[in-house]
């Protein structure tokens, strides 16, 4: 069996992710630090632990790599610059090529639509980041034989959304269509456009690891005008398979469920 670790298991990317590796029959090391209470990655944790082949560690260490296929790295949480680069030494070491999701804000503010080759200039904290940890990735690639993937996204959102993120907002008004209707910025496209369905991320993902790589670089992209997602649709033939009312109604519905059983679940956190 092929086994598969993932950092960032218990947010939201990192969890959809894994129950996807698992229902293909790989077994996944989901690592993601349980520092605090946080109600969510319990219940998320409870979910994904039910399968025999997870297993659930708060750091990444070397005997999680040594029979490992592949490295999905999709900590939304800042890691140390020396942290992140042991990772990289790690998976050198071992030959496993590393799977990793950037942001779309590595590229700033864009004048033309940017493509994966476009200078990356990015203002916000989050890409200036994503900008360094990406340059760390490529360094020294050839002469490391280090095989990658990065996947330039926007917000991501869907099931098992944190109980203080903007989407979450969203839910609450989606419950009142008068309200829905009357909030301007839901109505604004700009708005939207920020934002791609879990499950399409994860889709764009399972098709490039499924073809032959070295270092390819995607945009994923709710908004053309902008940010140009034609590398990806040519070469993994992928398009988005929701919508973002259909990802909302998809949101709507499992937080419902998810409340009933533990009411406190997705309450703002203070």
């Not at 109600?39 to 040594?66: C, P, T, W, Y």
């Not at 998976?91 to 476009?118: A, K």
């Not at 399972?206 to 790589?213: G, K, S």
């Amino acid at each position: 069996m092929e086994k598969a670790v993932v950092t960032g298991a218990l947010q939201i990317a990192g969890f959809h992710l894994c129950m996807r590796l698992l229902d293909e029959g790989m077994a996944v090391v989901g690592i993601d630090r349980m520092e605090r209470c946080d109600k969510i990655k319990e219940e998320m944790l409870l979910s994904v632990g039910r399968n025999a082949n997870f297993q659930h560690a708060e750091s990444l260490k070397d005997e999680h790599l040594r029979d490992a296929h592949l490295l999905f790295h999709l900590d939304e949480e800042p890691l140390s610059e020396t942290e992140f680069k042991r990772r990289i030494a790690l998976c050198d070491e071992f030959q496993i090529p590393i799977v990793y999701l950037s942001s779309l804000d590595v590229y700033g503010n864009c004048s033309t639509c940017c493509t994966e080759g476009s200078k990356l200039d990015p203002a916000t904290p989050l890409g200036k980041r994503k900008k360094q940890e990406e340059l760390a990735l490529r360094s020294n690639l050839e002469e490391k034989n280090r095989r990658i993937l990065i996947f330039r996204t926007p917000r991501i959102y869907g099931p098992w959304q944190p109980a203080n993120d903007d989407m979450q907002r969203i839910f609450q008004l989606a419950n009142n269509q008068a309200a829905l209707k009357g909030d301007e910025q839901l109505m604004n496209r700009d708005f939207v456009n920020q934002y791609m369905f879990v499950e399409d991320v994860v889709d764009a993902i399972m098709l490039a690891v499924e073809r032959e790589f070295h270092c390819e670089i995607y945009n994923l992209s709710s908004d053309e005008q902008k940010f140009s997602s034609k590398k990806a649709r040519e070469r993994l033939s992928f398009r988005p398979k929701h919508t973002f009312d259909e990802g909302i109604e998809k949101l709507k519905q499992h937080t419902l469920k998810a409340s009933n059983v533990n009411r406190s679940l997705f309450e703002n956190e203070k």
